[in-house]
């Protein structure tokens, strides 16, 4: 056989089925293999959401109250070292809010706290409450306020009030005069609201003392002008059933005008000294004599015999008389205005 240089022969073998099947050499290079194209996978992104908007802030607002305040000429008072209460309603209510409450007395701030506010049964507004008590007298300023977050706007309000000087005596004016004969008039005693510490005011800051076993004054003292500003006392009437009637406390040394449980008004008077007592029962007004009498009586409702409720001068706050009750001069028209014949007068101890 020839041998030949090694080369590539490429050879056509012809088979009886036609078809012509290449051959290659041996010893002839390999060819590289063809390159496979690898498919490109694409993963899907999920789309990316913006961040929620927030939620803007609400505009609240306050209303301020003074529970406790008095009010004279429609005007808020308080007294000096007497404890007060400083509320507020906010709307709407927001979860999480402070609110600063500030009393201030000309330029001092009194006292000062910070407080949540509560929700209410509804959850529809916010409340808050705290007390405070000026030291001196003068004008207060309640300041409530809110800073802004970022649930709700900043927001401010403010209140104003007189703190009163509670030391007074005849002859005294002004607006704490003005308040004591508002809550001694409050407790049913008869008294002109002259705004003058005057002789009236004088018989019925007695009558109160009276009735709280006090004893006999005229002065107004811190526990008696406490006890009023409490509205502490309240006659007792026994005799509803006579409806309009007058009833003589002769114990408490007063005479109370009252129809059925209700008392209209409250009287010092002065009953019979113990050896000329007022006599003691139920009995009914029989007649009535207008003006003064020769012996002084002014004004008198008789209910037994020579007895009656009268005016005269002097009605000391013992019992002074010859059996009558006496009344202050000043009062005796009152009461014979009120009563009327037929009217049941029911004396007691």
Request: aromatic share 12%; hydrophobic share 40%; charged share 15%.
């Amino acid at each position: 056989m020839f041998r030949g240089p090694a080369t590539t022969v490429v050879a056509a073998a012809v088979l009886g089925s036609g078809f012509l099947v290449p051959t290659m050499a041996t010893g002839s290079p390999a060819s590289p293999p063809a390159t496979v194209a690898t498919p490109t996978v694409t993963t899907p992104t999920t789309p990316v959401k913006p961040p929620p908007k927030a939620t803007p802030a609400v505009a609240g607002k306050v209303r301020v109250y003074l529970p406790d305040a008095f009010f004279v000429h429609r005007r808020p008072v308080t007294v000096t070292r007497r404890s007060f209460h400083v509320g507020g309603v906010v709307t709407p209510y927001v979860p999480g809010q402070l609110v600063t409450v500030k009393v201030m007395l000309g330029r001092h701030v009194v006292k000062a706290y910070k407080l949540r506010v509560k929700p209410s049964r509804n959850h529809r507004f916010g409340h808050f409450r705290e007390h405070f008590s000026s030291p001196r007298s003068g004008r207060l300023v309640v300041v409530v306020s809110h800073d802004a977050t970022p649930q709700m706007k900043a927001f401010r309000s403010r209140r104003a009030l007189e703190s009163l000087n509670r030391n007074v005596g005849f002859g005294s004016t002004g607006p704490f005069v003005q308040l004591i004969q508002q809550r001694l008039a409050a407790l049913h005693f008869y008294i002109p609201q002259t705004g003058v510490y005057d002789d009236g005011t004088g018989w019925a800051i007695d009558a109160y003392h009276r009735l709280l076993h006090r004893g006999t004054s005229r002065d107004l003292d811190g526990v008696t002008a406490s006890y009023l500003l409490n509205g502490w006392g309240a006659f007792p009437v026994r005799f509803a059933s006579h409806g309009r009637h007058a009833e003589g406390n002769l114990g408490l040394q007063l005479l109370a005008l009252a129809d059925g449980r209700r008392v209209d008004m409250i009287f010092p008077i002065s009953s019979g000294k113990p050896s000329t007592p007022t006599i003691l029962g139920d009995f009914q007004v029989y007649d009535r004599e207008p003006g003064y009498l020769p012996d002084g009586m002014y004004f008198s409702d008789f209910f037994y015999n020579g007895y009656a409720i009268h005016g005269y001068d002097p009605a000391p706050d013992y019992p002074a008389s010859h059996g009558c009750m006496r009344l202050p001069i000043a009062d005796a028209i009152t009461v014979f205005n009120w009563l009327n014949y037929g009217d049941w007068v029911d004396t007691y101890y």
